[in-house]
Each structure stands twice: as structure tokens, then as C-alpha cells.
Antibody
Framework: EVQLVESGGVVVQPGGSLRLSCAAS????????MHWVRQAPGKGLQWVSL????????HYADSLSGRFTISRDNTKNSLYLQMNSLRTEDTALYSC?????????WGQGTLVTVSS | QSALTQPASVSGSPGQSITISCTGT?????????VSWYQQHPGKAPKLMIY???KRPSGVSHRFSGSKSGNTASLTISGLQAEDEAGYYC??????????FGGGTKLTVL
């Protein structure tokens, strides 16, 4: 059974940093492109970032202004998102998902709240 | 990168068919046959319903179909059922290994 379990979401002050994790199981993680997608409360989905199977390629939504970094550890079947200089508008449920350009499985997400 | 444009809401009665549109540009929907559709029930993770414009993943009902014309993709749901009531999101490859999502459409089954 495919499982993606996110963790690391907390309440953080504006300007702070946070690292999210996504633990993967039930599929060949080291063959899979992985993504982070976020959803602000009551809003739609926003693609954040993707990383290729070997970590050699990373890509981001333009709006992030270089504040986020995606990475992975294939030895641990884990995906990460380092988020710096957090803003109130980064408040959202952050989900990891697998797939190339269609996301065929999603985790339940971890909630990040940026507030003073 | 602007979000793809979807109607905020659509509705239909059980048994009817509805279509949800997803309008992009020649830089995304119009150029790439990499449009996907996701269904999201409240409090749940999105579920892939259509990929590569017209393809259905295993297990997705044949009542769901996708199409594209120019810069606009569409999702059609035939034989509406109560359990189809959900949010629906389109996405498209937008070049340079980036994705765009639509703003989402709330489907109400009357």
C-alpha cells in the first residue's frame, strides 16, 4: 500500500524557518519524481516544488522567490522541504505527492501556520 | 505564472452530465498534453481522476472523461452521482519542469 506521511508542520513566527518531512512507503521511492503542493485554508491547490528521482533536478514555483529548498534522501525513503523567511501568506497545508506531471498519490498533509 | 482559470462552481442533478472548463494559455494547456484533473472531498487528499488530458487511472469510473481544445481543457462527468459532489482541480505542465493548478471548482449535486 502506497503511503506518504508528512510531518513538521507547526506555528512559526514571520521570518522564521521550518523543515517539513515526508516519509514514503509502498512504492519504489528512488524511482519516483516527488512534489510538494500547498493549500491555504479554504483556498485552492498551489504547486510548490518538484525533485527528480535522484535529486539532480529541483524546480520551484516562481512566487517562492528562492526561499524554499526541496531535497530527498533515497536511503531513508524521505522527502524534505526547507522553508526560510516564512511569511503569513505561507500559511497552508503542505502535502507531498508522487508522480511526474500528474500526481497519482498524495499524503494527507501537515499544517504550517505563520503567525506572530 | 498565473493560475489556470476554472469556474468557481457548477451544479447538476443526479443522472445528468456536467462539464468543468480549465483555461490556460499557449504556454501551458495550449502547448502540452499534460493536463490532469483531481477530485478533492472536504478534509481529504486530492485524488487523480484524469491525466495526460484524456487518460483515466485504474479504478476511476468511466463516467469521468477529459478533453482539450486550444488553451482550454475540460472534465466531463456523466451520470452524476451524489458521491461526485466535491472540489475539482485541473493542472497543467507549464514548461521548465513546473506545474500550474486551476483555482478549483465546487461541484454540487442537486
Amino acid at each position: 500500500e502506497v503511503q506518504l506521511v508528512e510531518s513538521g508542520g507547526v506555528v512559526v513566527q514571520p521570518g522564521g524557518s521550518l523543515r517539513l518531512s515526508c516519509a514514503a512507503s509502498g512504492f519504489t521511492f528512488n524511482d519516483s519524481t516527488m512534489h510538494w503542493v500547498r493549500q491555504a485554508p479554504g483556498k485552492g491547490l498551489q504547486w510548490v516544488s518538484l525533485i527528480t528521482w535522484n535529486g539532480a533536478g529541483t524546480h520551484y514555483a516562481d512566487s517562492l522567490s528562492g526561499r524554499f529548498t526541496i531535497s530527498r534522501d533515497n536511503t531513508k525513503n524521505s522527502l524534505y522541504l526547507q522553508m526560510n523567511s516564512l511569511r503569513t501568506e505561507d500559511t497552508a497545508l503542505y502535502s507531498c505527492a508522487k508522480g511526474d506531471y500528474s500526481l497519482d498519490f498524495w499524503g494527507q498533509g501537515t499544517l504550517v501556520t505563520v503567525s506572530s | 505564472q498565473s493560475a489556470l482559470t476554472q469556474p468557481a462552481s457548477v451544479s447538476g442533478s443526479p443522472g445528468q452530465s456536467i462539464t468543468i472548463s480549465c483555461t490556460g494559455t499557449s504556454s501551458d494547456v495550449g502547448t502540452y498534453n499534460l493536463v490532469s484533473w483531481y477530485q478533492q472531498h472536504p478534509g481529504k487528499a486530492p485524488k487523480l481522476m484524469i491525466y495526460d488530458v484524456t487518460k483515466r487511472p485504474s479504478g476511476v469510473s468511466h463516467r469521468f472523461s477529459g478533453s482539450k481544445s486550444g488553451n482550454t481543457a475540460s472534465l466531463t462527468i456523466s451520470g452524476l452521482q451524489a458521491e461526485d459532489e466535491a472540489g475539482y482541480y485541473c493542472s497543467s505542465y507549464a514548461g521548465s519542469s513546473t506545474l500550474l493548478f486551476g483555482g478549483g471548482t465546487k461541484l454540487t449535486v442537486l
